[in-house]
């Protein structure tokens, strides 16, 4: 089935540091790939996405480009901030009907 | 725009006690979703609604979780008997249709003692 493998986390690093979380998928078809976001006590909220191979995902600093060759969605910020401190899901959408597929989550940890 | 709404945001009851929760998505989504999210893991599909139909229900553990979405609406969670495996945030989500973004609510947070 579906599936979504992304990097173990706690990922700490100190404030203007670069961010890349690994994320890699399994899908049959040709899915739409997220990033979400959960900060502290709040709920999941959307960041980026891409629908087809090539596009970038962008938003508040970040970006993720769809590379269809090696199934992957790496997220991407070059200058972490203290408020980026949250955990970070990537997820896939197949064709059709379906619901989102999620990995495990990336803890990021910024310290000043 | 008013967010997904879900009520209560924390619960904590006793092994095979009942328990629902309530979700309110935004205005004219029609599809709506249930995820459980257990401690250190992605959220997982439980269900999900198109209007007041069920369209997956494949990862609801039947025996004990029931939903339903009377008028195409609100929708309620309900775990009975709970077990403590259930201990987890349940997020309710929205989207326009079926292949369109996601909004996430705040979640419920239930702990099974």
């Known amino acids: 089935g579906d599936s979504v493998t992304q990097m173990e986390g706690p990922v700490t690093l100190s404030e203007e540091a670069f961010l890349t979380i690994n994320c890699t998928y399994t899908?049959?078809?040709?899915?739409?790939l997220f990033w979400y976001v959960q900060y502290p006590g709040e709920g999941l909220q959307l960041l980026l996405k891409?629908?087809?191979?090539?596009d970038k995902g962008s938003n508040k600093g970040f970006e993720a480009t769809y590379r269809k060759e090696t199934t992957s969605f790496h997220l991407e910020k070059g200058s972490v901030q203290v408020s980026d401190s949250a955990v970070y899901f990537c997820?896939?959408?197949?064709?059709?009907?379906?619901?989102?597929?999620f990995g495990k989550g990336t803890r990021l940890s910024v310290i000043a | 725009e008013a967010g997904v709404a879900q009520s209560p945001r924390y619960k904590i009851i006793e092994k095979r006690q009942s328990v629902a929760f309530w979700c309110n998505p935004i205005?004219?989504?029609?599809?709506l979703y249930w995820y459980q999210q257990i401690l250190g893991q992605g959220p997982k599909l439980l269900i999900q609604?198109?209007?007041?139909?069920?369209?997956?229900d494949s990862q609801l553990p039947k025996d004990r979780f029931s939903a339903e979405r009377l008028k195409g609406v609100d929708s309620t969670l309900k775990i009975q008997p709970a077990k403590l495996e259930d201990s987890a945030v349940y997020l309710c989500?929205?989207?326009?249709?079926?292949?369109?973004?996601?909004?996430f609510g705040p979640g419920t947070r239930l702990l099974v003692l």
């Open positions: 989500a929205s989207s326009l249709g079926a292949k369109e973004t996601q909004y």
């Open positions: 609604f198109q209007n007041n139909g069920v369209v997956d």
């Open positions: 891409a629908t087809k191979a090539d």
């Open positions: 997820a896939l959408s197949t064709s059709g009907n379906t619901p989102l597929v």
């Open positions: 205005s004219g989504h029609a599809t």
């Open positions: 899908a049959t078809g040709y899915p739409s």
